[in-house]
C-alpha cells in the first residue's frame, strides 16, 4: 500500500540543494554544506529516536567518535578514503556496545545511562589530552583533508562532497524505514510488548537503530572534521546530544525529510539571531517553546496530510 | 480433523508475585486440535498460567514441553515463532498505525510470500477487510479485539491463547465470536480464558478450572457441570 512511497520528494529535494550549490553565494554555500552534514547526524538520530523511540542523550560520544576517529587518522597521514570509512565505523561500533548495555534500560533511565557514557566519553577525550588536545582541539591541515583527487578544504569539493554524504544518508534512511525492518522499529516504538508477542525481539530491533544511528552519527563527525578542518572536545559535550534531538523535534520526528528542515532551520535562527544579540540560545530556546506551543510534532509532522505517522 | 497427541504439556508450574502463588503447580496437557478452556474466579490465575505457557512470565518451578520440545526457558518472542500466539486480555493493538499495518507485521513474521494478500485474507476471516485503511484506533472496541484475534491468525500458530475475548462484546458480536472459534479450531488448538459460561459450554472440547493457583478440575463440559466439587466452588448451582 502508500507505505511503499514514491522518491519523487526526496530527489527533488537532492536536485534542489545540487542547484543551490551551483549559485548561492559562497558563504550561503558553505552553510549549506554545513547544515547537510549536520542533517547526517540528524537523520541518523531520526532512526533512533523518530523511527525507534529511542530518547538518546549520548549521540554526541558517536559524532565525536567518527571526528576523532577521522581527525586522529588524517593527521596520522591516512588518506580520507580511508578516514572517512573509519569514522563511521567508529561511530557504528560504540553505539552497538553502548547499545549493548543501555538498551537494557528504557525511558528515563536509558536517558540518563546514554548521557552518562557520552559523559564518560568527553571526559576521556580531555584526559588523552597529549593526543586530543582536549578542549583546545585541532586544526587539520590542509594536506590531511584530501578524497582521493579532491581538496576538501576547497568550497567547490566539500559541498559536493557533503551532499553525496548526505544523498547516500537521505536515500539509506529511505531504504531502512520502508523495509520489513524498519517497519518493525516502528512496531517497537509504537507497542513494544505487542511486538514481542508478535515474534520480534524488542532489544534486537532497538540494537539495530542505535547502531545504524551511530554509523550517521560517526559518518557525520568525520565528514565535518574532514570538511571543516577543526577537531575538538566541544563536540563531545551535551550539547551536541542535545542539538540533533532538538533538529529532529523542530522537522518533525518519524519524517525522513524532517531532520534535514529542523536542522536547516536551527541553524539559521542561530545565525541571524547572532546579528542581534550575543545571547543565541535565548533565541533558541524562545522558538522552541513556540514550537512545543504550536506544533508539537515539528514543521513537517504538523503538516496536515498526513492522517498516520506511520512512514514518511 | 483431530490428529490427537498431545501439543503442549505443562508440569509443575509455579509462579509467585512476593507473597502470592498465583500460580502454584499445575499441570495442563492440551491434545492437538481441541478447544481447550481455562475457567475459575477472579484472581485464580488463569493469565498467570497463561502469560507462564506464551513466555510474558517464566515460571518459579515446573516445565513446559510444545510440539515435544522443552520450551521452558525460551523467551516469548521464540515460543510466538515456535507456533503459541496469544491475544491479550486488555487489547493491545497499535492504535496509530492502520488496521492492515497492524496485521501486516504479523504477517511478515511468517515469511510469507504474499504479504498483503495473507493481510487481507486474515482480516477477511474476522470480517475486517474493509477496515483495512483506517487507523486501527478509530475501530470500535469489538473490532479492536477482533482485529488482536486476526493479528494471532496472521501468525498462523498452533496454539492460539484467546485471554478474555469476550469481554465487552455484545451479544451479537458473541454470536458471530464463536462461529470463528469453531473456524479457527479447524487448524489450530485453542486454549480460551473465559467468564462467559454459555461461551464455554458451547466451544470447548475440554474445560480445566482453577482455583487459588490449583487445579480443581478438568474434563469435558459435561463432567464439569456434574463435578460436586465445581459446583460448590464456582458455578454456585
Known sequence: MSARGSLALPVAVLLLLAVLGAVLPAYHATNLARIMVLAVFAMGYNLAFGYAGLLSLGHALFFSAGLYAAGLLAQAGWPGIATLPAGIAAGGALAALVGLLALRTTGVAFMIVTLMFAQAGYLAILYFGAWTRGDEGFTLARAARSLGPLDLAADGPRYAVALILFAIGLLASLALVRSPAGRVLVAVRENPERTRMLGYDPFRARLLALAVSGLYAGGAGAAYGLLFGYVGATFATVQYSVLPLLWVILGGAGTVLGPLVGTAVMFYVVDLAAWVTDATLLVVGVALMALVLFAPRGLLGSLPARALRWLP | ?237
Not at chain 2, 510470500?113 to 476471516?125: W, Y
Not at chain 2, 479485539?145 to 492460539?160: D, I, K, Q, S
Not at chain 2, 480464558?193 to 458451547?202: A, C, K, L
Request: glycine content about 10%; aromatic content about 4%.
Open chain 2, 1 to 237: 480433523m483431530r490428529p490427537g497427541g498431545t501439543l503442549l504439556e505443562a508440569r509443575g508450574l509455579a509462579r509467585a508475585f512476593g507473597g502470592l502463588k498465583a500460580v502454584a503447580g499445575v499441570d495442563l496437557d492440551l491434545a492437538r486440535g481441541e478447544v481447550h478452556a481455562l475457567i475459575g474466579p477472579n484472581g485464580a490465575g488463569k493469565t498467570t498460567l497463561v502469560s507462564l505457557l506464551c513466555g510474558r512470565l517464566l515460571p518459579d518451578a515446573g516445565t513446559i514441553r510444545f510440539e515435544g520440545r522443552d520450551v521452558t526457558r525460551q523467551p516469548a518472542e521464540a515460543r510466538v515463532r515456535a507456533g503459541i500466539a496469544y491475544t491479550f486480555q486488555v487489547t493491545s493493538i497499535y492504535p496509530r498505525l492502520r488496521v492492515f499495518d497492524n496485521v501486516a507485521l504479523a504477517v511478515q513474521r511468517t515469511g510469507a510470500a504474499h504479504r498483503d494478500a495473507a493481510t487481507f485474507a486474515a482480516l477477511a476471516r474476522v470480517g475486517l477487510e474493509d477496515r483495512a485503511a483506517e487507523p486501527a484506533g478509530t475501530l470500535a472496541y469489538g473490532h479492536q479485539r477482533l482485529l488482536e484475534v486476526a493479528m494471532g491468525l496472521a501468525l498462523r500458530p498452533r496454539l492460539l491463547i484467546l485471554d478474555e475475548p469476550t469481554q465487552g462484546l455484545s451479544e451479537g458480536e458473541i454470536a458471530a465470536f464463536k462461529g470463528l472459534v469453531r473456524e479457527i479450531a479447524a487448524t489450530a488448538t485453542v486454549l480460551l480464558i473465559e467468564h462467559n459460561m454459555d461461551v464455554v459450554m458451547d466451544l470447548a472440547d475440554r474445560i480445566t478450572v482453577l482455583e487459588l493457583g490449583r487445579t480443581l478440575a478438568t474434563g469435558t463440559p459435561a463432567e464439569i457441570r456434574a463435578n460436586p466439587a465445581v459446583q460448590a466452588a464456582y458455578l454456585g448451582a
